[in-house]
């Protein structure tokens, strides 16, 4: 499967960009799919994640109440709604595919798109 991100952009804060991961070669309707983040001179942070069914959800603390995961199984994408954003949400986000059974656990994606850049600013 290949995984692409999109959707981001430039935004001020405060406001709102929707990211979209598609997936194309298979189908991502039996995978966990996660979104990450990765800043300049951070590591990368898992911010939300989400099992086949959506039944699961991981959202982190730094973006819980802002951000919100869903996804399409139907059209085979997932989807993170970012609301409410701040400049230190600026990074490279990044969708990838992993385990069902660890959705919260970074280590078990093995399968990563090409990423899509955020930038909130102040």
């Known amino acids: 499967v290949q995984l692409q991100a999109s959707g981001g952009g430039l935004v001020q804060a405060g406001g709102s960009l929707r990211l979209s991961c598609a997936a194309s070669?298979?189908?991502?309707?039996?995978?966990?799919v996660g979104w990450f983040r990765q800043a300049p001179g951070k590591e990368r942070e898992l911010v939300a994640a989400i099992d086949w069914r959506g039944a699961m959800r991981y959202i982190a603390d730094s973006v819980k109440g802002r951000f919100t995961i869903s996804r399409d199984n139907a059209k085979n994408t997932v989807s993170l709604q970012m609301n409410s954003l701040k400049p230190e949400d600026t990074a490279v986000y990044y969708c990838a595919a992993g385990s069902n059974a660890y959705v919260a656990q970074s280590r078990h994606y093995h399968t990563w798109g090409q990423g899509t850049l955020v930038t909130v600013s102040s």
């Open positions: 070669g298979r189908t991502l309707s039996n995978c966990a």
